[in-house]
RNA sequence: GCGGUCGUGGCGGAAUUGGUAGACGCGCAGCGUUGAGGUCGCUGUUCUGUAACAGGAGUGAGGGUUCGAGUCCCUCCGACCGCACCA
């Protein structure tokens, strides 16, 4: 009996699929097409476990659409701009672009050995100038039809490293390498009109059908859709050129329990008055020695400063309020000034409490009408409360029914006006780094901003430069910097800010229908291949991906590089899970933890220890692959030892792909003892003319679950079926010509995710071709159903007993036959049923 | 802080979407094969209980709806993802 060899067996199908060019994506009008991706790498130069059950998903769905007979389109390329190549080379020096294509290289040389079903022919790295040439010209197009433009923004500053920081980079308010305290700082940069499109990016949510339901839900919460109240409060006196302030609220509602006005500290009242109060700008300052991301912000203690200025109440202009400056107003969400109701929203009441403020109430609980302490009261807008001093008439109403009649209200009164206001922002796109597409404007003192000629691009990185020195190397380039006007040809600078890498991301799917093209995209390719069939990849790009990619699909729609039908560019969505490990812990003598790696520690029967010192090691279950916890899987080590297809088949079973899977040497290990198996059962088979009847129903049962599981996303359940066929045939006393045939079908089921094995076990059978050529078997409907069916009986909703039942016995004769039963007259002691429920073909249950 | 998700045996997980909880795999136990170990094959395996049945308990905790709840609703606890310059 011959052993299965993984590593002669894949590297050869490796090649025969090569060679017959099996996965090469042609644009058939004669067949339908089929786009599954997932989502691209970034090149860190090491693939992670987390790849292998990304890519061998997508794979399983690429193989079994193209033996369903789709032309099928299944690219692979690399998001290789970003940070990390600039970080790589201020540390250890080289060139971002040397470190980047020297990972690119190394990463597809872990990858290929996987036995992908990819069209390598369309690869394409997105720091290829042939590709953020492209993105440039999509970038003018977008100038043009006026989806860009330029504004102040807020960023991270270091004030050592004279550098911007990322959100990332911030650590507890410090930046991560001078450890100074970061500030806020305004730079002009470029931004996407993304916010014109909110609406539109909602209401499109409805039409995902495929798309999972949290995914929607988040993208909408982002989003942000409020319809409140704008309007103003006149100052008392007016100061430093202010008369008024224009706040916004979604809960006007609560107006009668304001308690004081608060600004944000960059509002421009609170600016202008920097300029006369010391102590304030002192404050503004000390707030802006913060983060800026939304959760600093919000996470920071709240802290205010009373401006002195007194506003009136619109509804009563004896009442005066007092204007505060607080920390936790963002200038970027509505007007930037708010008023504030503590007893009905919890960061006021905290506020409130701290600067001894009034908290009012303005509506109690039905249930439990109690004044506010220190927890606010807020209800859902659908709970129906009692109003304490409604202006407009109210009694008991709900939150929703309060806020529509006050809006109108104000609205008939004309202090006020209905504002629908989204929370999403503005896409700021500018950032101040070498690794990144060039933004192709230049900067002329004569003309101002000029975008540069099409016929220039790619406006191409300069090679030529050192991360010796903090700041961006573009910036200080002495000739790259320097370009003539496009315009009036005069001495002008180049842009020396660089865009998101989710600009890169956004688009590259549809570079994927033409990658070689010489403009962006081929209208006849994007017709045919988009939009992408089935698109995969983690939850955490759940939001800002995945919508700044429907926007770009929208931008590319307006500027004619996308057809209207590609507007939603991912038909279906599917989000998996990480692959997790566990760690093993022990403590030093300070208490600190000590990581170590699976094989430097031993089970021992109540745990597990380290080997070489005997120490009791504590294990963490299913935690995220981090390095530093010592916990990494590498697919490399797992693809020597085992091979490939143990690797897919391990990453397919036990977890439902969009849950975390747990990588256990244990589980690896039965993945491959399997596949061995499997090969056992080809191996030694002879041939013949003889049939089975169960083995066939078992192989139409086996088709059609293992299909289904496909068809849904439930590998795992495909996974399960496999096994149970495998072991069906195992046991079965059938002869060697029915087997042969289950085989057959066995292979070609398990194809998707072992193609290795399924090619070596069909070719040993006298498989005809590839299998991965071989069409789909078909259950034959006949095997599929069952005559018989098992029906639980239940006494008061507990199974009991049960019945062996024609499916299509008439319920009369289920009843009688469940009432004879000897457990059912056993609980019944001669009395009658309360109730007897039947529900076909499902269950009964008899109550007493 | 805000938004989202998840929680089932010793372990990973299944459950036709409100209808037999624990499929399938790991681990463990017993038996067989093997010179031994591993491999391989067979049998068993939620807990409790029993000689064996019977019986009882059971899906993070508590409550509710229902003939029937892992699944639906409410409260709480824990873990994870995102928060706009990480990719």
């Known amino acids: ?67 369903c007979g789709f032309s099928v389109l299944h690219p692979m390329g690399w998001d290789a701009f970003g940070m990390p190549a600039e970080n790589a080379a201020m540390a250890s020096g080289g060139h971002p672009k040397d470190w980047t294509y020297s990972n690119i290289a190394d990463m597809r040389d872990q990858m290929k050995p996987l036995g992908l079903s990819i069209d390598w022919s369309r690869e394409f790295a997105t720091c290829d100038p042939e590709y953020y040439g492209q993105q440039q010209a999509l970038f003018l197009d977008m100038l043009e039809a006026g989806l860009v433009y330029r504004k102040n923004a807020t960023v991270n500053w270091d004030p050592v490293d004279m550098t911007v920081l990322a959100n990332e980079q911030v650590i507890d308010g410090k930046g991560w390498r001078s450890g100074a305290p970061v500030e806020r700082r305004d730079l002009t940069q470029w931004f996407f009109k993304i916010s014109d499109m909110a609406e539109e990016l909602l209401d499109a949510l409805d039409g995902l059908d495929n798309w999972p339901e949290k995914v929607k839900l988040m993208q909408a919460n982002w989003i942000g859709k409020s319809r409140g109240l704008q309007f103003s409060f006149d100052l008392t006196t007016p100061s430093v050129g202010h008369d008024e302030i224009e706040v916004y609220t979604t809960r006007p509602d609560t107006l009668m329990g304001a308690s004081f006005v608060g600004i944000s500290p960059d509002h421009p009242l609170s600016k202008a008055l920097e300029a006369e109060n010391a102590e304030l700008a002192a404050f503004n300052a000390e707030i802006r020695k913060s983060g800026t991301s939304e959760e600093a912000l919000e996470r920071a203690e709240k802290r205010g400063f009373d401006t002195g200025i007194k506003v009136k109440h619109p509804l009563n202009p004896d009442w005066e309020l007092p204007v505060w400056v607080a920390n936790f107003i963002l200038m970027d969400y509505g007007t930037g000034a708010i008023f504030a109701c503590p007893a009905h929203d919890q960061r006021d009441l905290d506020f409130c409490r701290k600067y001894d403020l009034p908290v009012i109430d303005t509506f109690l609980a039905l249930d439990n009408p109690k004044p506010v302490e220190n927890e606010a009261f807020v209800p859902p807008k659908t709970e129906v409360v009692k109003w304490i001093d409604h202006f407009a008439g109210l009694d008991e109403a709900n939150g929703q029914e309060a806020i529509d009649t006050t809006i109108d209200f104000a609205e008939q009164r004309g202090w006020g006006n209905g504002v629908t206001n989204y929370r999403l922002r503005d896409w700021g796109l500018s950032r101040q780094r070498y690794w990144g597409c060039p933004i192709p404007v230049v900067h002329c003192k004569a003309c101002g901003i000029v975008p540069e000629k099409k016929e220039n691009l790619p406006v191409a990185l300069p090679d030529d430069v050192s991360f010796d020195i903090p700041g961006n190397p573009l910036d200080r380039h002495p000739t790259w910097r320097d370009t003539p006007c496009p315009s009036c040809g005069k001495p002008a600078r180049r842009e020396t800010d660089t865009m998101d890498t989710f600009v890169d991301s956004s688009w590259y799917f549809a570079r994927f229908t033409a990658p070689r093209a010489e403009t962006p995209t081929v209208m006849e390719d994007a017709k045919y291949w988009m939009n992408v069939d089935q698109y995969i990849g983690g939850i955490e790009h759940a939001i800002l991906h995945l919508l700044y990619s429907r926007f770009f699909a929208r931008a590319m729609k307006i500027t004619g590089h996308l057809p209207e039908t590609a507007v939603e560019p991912f038909d279906a969505l599917f989000t ?44 963490i279950p299913s935690a995220k692959m981090s390095k530093s916890k ?171 007993s049960e019945l062996q039942v024609a499916k299509d016995l008439p319920k009369e004769e289920v009843e009688k036959l469940a009432l004879a039963d000897k457990a059912v007259q056993k609980a019944l002691a001669g009395a009658a049923p309360k109730k007897l429920i039947i529900v076909p073909g499902r269950i009964i249950n008899v109550v007493i």
């Open 1 to 67: 009996m011959s052993r299965y060899n993984a590593r002669t067996v894949e590297p050869k199908w490796q090649k025969a699929w090569e060679d017959a060019q099996t996965f090469l994506a042609t644009r058939d009008e004669s067949k339908p097409k089929y786009y599954v991706l997932e989502m691209f790498p970034y090149p860190s130069g090491r693939i992670h476990i987390g790849h292998v059950r990304n890519y061998t998903m997508g794979d399983v769905i690429a193989r079994y659409k193209s033996s």
């Open 576 to 619: 998996q899970g990480m692959v997790t490990h566990e760690i093993y812990l022990t403590r030093d003598e300070n208490d600190r933890p000590v990581y170590h790696l699976p094989e430097e520690i031993e089970r021992t029967d109540t745990g597990a220890r380290v080997i070489a010192t005997g120490e009791p090691v504590t294990i």
């Open 630 to 800: 010592k916990n990494v899987v590498d697919p490399v080590d797992i693809i020597d030892q085992y091979g490939a297809d143990t690797a897919r088949w391990f990453v397919l079973s036990d977890s439902p792909p969009e849950r975390d899977v747990e990588w256990t040497a244990a589980g690896a290990d039965a993945a491959w003892k399997f596949l061995g198996r499997v090969w056992r059962l080809a191996a030694d088979l002879g041939d013949g003319d003889d049939t089975n009847a169960a083995l066939e129903k078992a192989t139409a049962q086996a088709i059609h679950e293992v299909t289904m599981g496909i068809e849904t996303f439930g590998f795992n359940k495909s996974v399960a079926k496999l096994y149970e066929f495998a072991n069906t045939i195992q046991k079965s006393k059938a002869g060697p010509g029915a087997k042969r045939k289950a085989i057959k079908v066995l292979a070609q089921l398990m194809s998707p995710m072992t193609p290795h094995l399924a090619e070596e076990v069909w070719a040993h059978l006298d498989g005809e071709g590839l299998i991965a050529n071989a069409a789909w078997p078909k259950a034959d409907p006949a095997l599929l159903v069952d005559d018989m069916v098992t029906l639980p009986i239940q006494i008061n909703g507990k199974r009991r």
